[in-house]
C-alpha cells in the first residue's frame, strides 16, 4: 500500500496498529500539512532527496508537526542516518509522548544503531513495560536491550585498535571490501564495487568485481581487475584465495548454471591468468544462498555461510571436506556453539587451520553484526565464541576480517565517510583475539644439473601425528607454497618421476616456537649413478639405532622409489656428530644405516640392491658446536653406487 494512501486510510479509523499515528495530524498549517503530503508522496516513490526536503520544508512551517518529525525519523532510519533519526523521534516524543507509545521502539532502535547505548537502554525498558506491544518486536527489544548491556560494559574496557588505510593503491571513492591475503602477504585481492551514482541519489544499479595488489616496495602496488572469466557483467564477490594464491573459491550471485540465487565458485590461476569458473555443485550449492566461502590453508576444508534447511537460524555456518578424490563432502552444520537463530557470515579460517572468525548479529555484542572468534579443541569441537570487543566491533556492521599468517596484522573493510565510501585498513590485533603464529616455506623446483623448472609433487608431513597435512603440485614454474603452523615437528618431502626425492625437516616443538619464513631452491637429480640424497626425516633414538617412528613415512617413499627404478643398487650411508668416540661412532652410524637396510628389505627390496657403510664423524656438514650443527651431522644419506646388469 503506498504511503498516500496509508495516510488517507488510518484518517478513517478509530483503532488503529502500533506502527500508525493517529486519526488526525497535528498541525492546522495547510502550507507544513502540504510539504508534508509532498514528502510522503516523494518517499512512496523511492525519492528519497526529494522527500527530506519537503518534510524539513513542513517542520520548519510548523515546528510541532509530530508527524512530519515522525516521518523524518523514518526516513533517516531508512538511510541508515540512525544518529538523525533518534533526534527526530525524540522530537515527536518531547513533543507529545503518549500519543503513539511505539515510537520508544523506534527510537531506541535508532539510538543503539548510533552508538548511545545508555539512552537505548532506557527506551527499549520503557517500550517493554507497554501493554499490548507487538510480538515481533518485543522479541527484538528483549535482545537489543542485552545488547546495550553488553555496549556498555565493553566501552568501558576498549581494546587496542589503531586502524590504517591500506593506501590508495586499493582504497577509491568506489567501495572495496572482501579482502583476502595470501600466506606469504605478497598478493592481496578483494572485491570492488563500482557505482559512484548510488551514493547521490541512491538510484542505479552496481558492478561487483576481484581486483588484484602485490606488496612492492612497502606498498599495496595500484590494484589491477582481474579479468575475464573470471569477473563478469554479473556480480562476483566474497573470495577465498588459497595460501599460495593459485587457487581461490568465491561468490557468484544469479550467475548462468547457477543452482540458487547465490552459488560458491571455483577458479585457478596460471601463469598470471584465472580460469574459467566452475561451479562447485551438489552438494555443497544447493537451490537456497550459499556464499562467502573461506579455505583452510590445506585446501582440505571449505567453510561458509548459508540459508539451507537444517541450520539453526536465518544464515548459519557450514563447513565441508574435500576427500582423496578431489571431491567436496556433504557439508555440515557447525551446531549451536558457533549458530544462533540470528544470521553467522564472513567465516575465516585462520591459516593455522584451527582459529576461526565470523560476523554474528544473533549473540550479545555492540549492535547489528560483529566480529566474534573461536578456537578448535583438540576432539575437533569449538570453543565457545568470543567477541572481539569495542573499537573492533561498533554499532555498524563488522564483516569480512582476515589476518595475515603472522597471526598480528588484521584487514577489514569499513566506511569511515560517505565521500570515499567503504576503505580497505588494517590493524594490529590485540593479543587475546590473535591466531597461532604461522609461517611459510616457499620454494621453487629446478633440475640440480641444467637449472630447468619443475612442475613436481609435494607433501608436507605432520611428524609429531604421522599424517600428511598438505599433498599437492607446484606450478608450471616450480613453485609452491606450504604453511607451518609452530607446536609441531614437519616432514617436507619434493618428487618427481626419473629423479631422487627431496625431503627437509622443519622442528617447531619445545624451544623452536616460532620461526622465520623460508626460502628454498630445491634442487632435483636424476636418477642415475653417482647422485645422491639426504634423508632428512629418518630419525633415530638417542645414542641408537632404533628407528622412531617418524620415520615411516620417509622411509616408505623411499620404498616406493627403489620399486619404480627397480634396476639401481644404493649404498645407505650413515653419519653421526661428533658426541663420542671416533669408535663408538663408527659403530654407532654402521648400525643405524643397517637399520634402514632391514627396513627395506621388509618392504620386499631386494638384498643385492642394497650396500650400507657408516661413515661416524669424518665429514660433518655442521659445525658439531650448536645445537642445529649437531642434528645437521646426524644424517642419513642413500648414494646410487650401481646398475643390475
Request: one cysteine or more; glycine letters at 8%.
Amino acid at each position: 500500500m503506498r504511503a498516500s494512501v496509508f495516510i488517507l486510510f488510518i484518517l478513517t479509523l478509530c483503532s488503529i496498529s502500533e506502527n500508525s499515528y493517529s486519526q488526525q495530524f497535528h498541525t492546522s498549517s495547510i502550507k507544513a500539512l502540504k510539504a508534508y503530503n509532498e514528502g510522503v508522496a516523494s518517499y512512496d516513490y523511492l525519492d528519497y532527496n526529494a522527500a527530506e526536503l519537503y518534510l524539513k520544508q513542513s517542520i520548519a512551517i510548523d515546528n510541532k508537526f509530530y508527524e512530519a518529525f515522525m516521518m523524518l525519523g523514518e526516513l533517516m532510519t531508512k538511510l541508515n542516518r540512525n544518529r538523525e533519526a533518534a533526534n527526530y523521534y525524540k522530537t515527536a516524543v518531547k513533543l507529545d509522548s503518549l500519543y503513539h507509545k511505539p515510537v520508544f521502539f523506534s527510537l531506541a532502535n535508532a539510538e543503539m544503531m548510533s552508538g548511545d547505548y545508555g539512552n537505548a537502554l532506557v527506551h527499549y525498558e520503557v517500550y517493554l513495560g507497554q501493554s499490548n506491544i507487538s510480538e515481533k518486536n518485543k522479541v527484538q527489544a528483549v535482545k537489543n536491550l542485552k545488547n546495550c548491556q553488553f555496549a556498555l560494559t565493553a566501552l568501558k574496557n576498549p581494546v587496542a585498535f589503531n586502524p590504517v588505510s591500506i593506501g590508495e593503491g586499493v582504497n577509491t571513492k568506489d567501495d572495496e571490501y572482501w579482502p583476502s591475503i595470501t600466506a606469504d602477504g605478497q598478493t592481496f585481492m578483494f572485491t570492488r564495487q563500482s557505482n559512484p551514482g548510488k551514493r547521490a541519489n541512491y538510484t542505479g544499479s552496481s558492478q561487483e568485481d576481484f581486483y588484484i595488489s602485490y606488496f612492492k616496495n612497502g606498498f599495496w602496488q595500484n590494484a589491477v581487475n582481474a579479468g575475464y572469466p573470471l569477473n563478469t557483467s554479473h556480480n562476483e564477490g566474497a573470495q577465498t584465495l588459497s595460501s599460495n594464491g593459485n587457487y581461490m573459491y568465491f561468490t557468484a550471485c544469479d550467475r548462468p548454471g547457477g543452482l540458487g540465487s547465490c552459488d560458491l565458485f571455483y577458479s585457478s590461476n596460471s601463469e598470471g591468468k584465472w580460469s574459467e569458473p566452475v561451479n562447485l555443485g551438489p552438494p555443497v550449492n544447493t537451490i537456497y544462498w550459499e556464499s562467502q566461502p573461506s579455505v583452510s590453508a590445506d585446501g582440505k576444508i571449505l567453510f561458509f555461510s548459508s540459508s539451507r534447511p537444517g541450520g539453526l537460524g536465518g544464515k548459519d555456518l557450514w563447513y565441508t571436506v574435500m576427500n582423496d578424490r578431489g571431491k567436496w563432502s556433504k557439508p555440515v552444520n557447525l551446531g549451536d556453539v558457533m549458530n544462533t537463530a540470528g544470521d553467522e557470515m564472513s567465516p575465516f579460517i585462520h591459516f593455522d587451520g584451527k582459529s576461526l572468525y565470523f560476523s554474528s548479529d544473533g549473540r550479545p555484542g555492540m549492535g547489528g553484526f560483529d566480529i566474534y572468534m573461536s578456537r578448535m579443541k583438540v576432539d575437533s569441537s569449538w570453543t565457545e565464541p568470543r567477541n572481539l570487543g569495542y573499537p573492533i566491533n561498533t554499532y555498524n556492521d563488522e564483516t569480512g576480517l582476515v589476518i595475515e599468517s603472522a597471526g598480528e596484522k588484521a584487514y577489514f573493510s569499513s566506511r569511515r565517510d560517505n565521500i570515499n565510501g567503504k576503505d580497505i585498513f588494517w590493524f594490529n590485533l590485540h593479543e587475546s583475539a590473535r591466531p597461532t603464529p604461522v609461517s611459510y616455506l616457499k620454494g621453487k623446483v629446478i633440475d640440480k644439473e641444467s637449472g630447468m623448472l619443475l612442475k613436481a609433487d609435494y607433501e608436507l608431513i605432520n611428524l609429531s601425528t604421522g599424517k600428511i597435512t598438505v599433498r599437492n603440485s607446484t606450478d608450471a614454474n616450480g613453485n609452491f607454497l606450504v604453511c607451518l603452523p609452530v607446536g609441531y615437528n614437519y616432514g617436507l618431502n619434493v618428487s618427481k618421476k626419473g629423479y631422487l626425492f627431496y625431503s627437509e625437516s622443519f622442528m617447531f616443538e619445545g624451544e623452536h616456537t616460532l620461526v622465520e619464513p623460508l626460502t628454498m631452491m630445491i634442487r632435483l637429480s636424476r636418477i642415475r649413478v653417482g647422485e645422491s640424497m639426504l634423508l632428512s626425516n629418518v630419525f633415530f633414538e638417542i645414542d641408537s639405532w632404533q628407528l622412531k617412528k617418524e620415520s615411516v613415512m620417509e622411509l616408505d617413499k623411499l620404498a616406493d622409489l627403489l620399486s619404480e627404478n627397480n634396476n639401481v643398487i644404493v649404498e645407505i650411508g650413515g653419519y653421526t656428530d661428533s658426541t663420542g668416540t671416533d669408535e663408538h661412532n663408527l659403530v654407532l652410524s654402521e648400525k643405524r644405516a643397517l637399520s634402514v637396510v632391514n627396513y627395506l628389505k621388509e618392504k620386499a627390496i631386494l638384498p643385492d640392491r642394497l650396500k650400507y657403510k657408516g661413515y661416524g664423524n669424518t665429514s660433518p656438514i655442521g659445525d658439531n658446536i650448536t645445537i642445529e650443527g649437531r642434528r645437521l651431522n646426524r644424517r642419513t644419506e642413500v648414494k646410487i653406487i650401481g646398475n643390475i646388469k
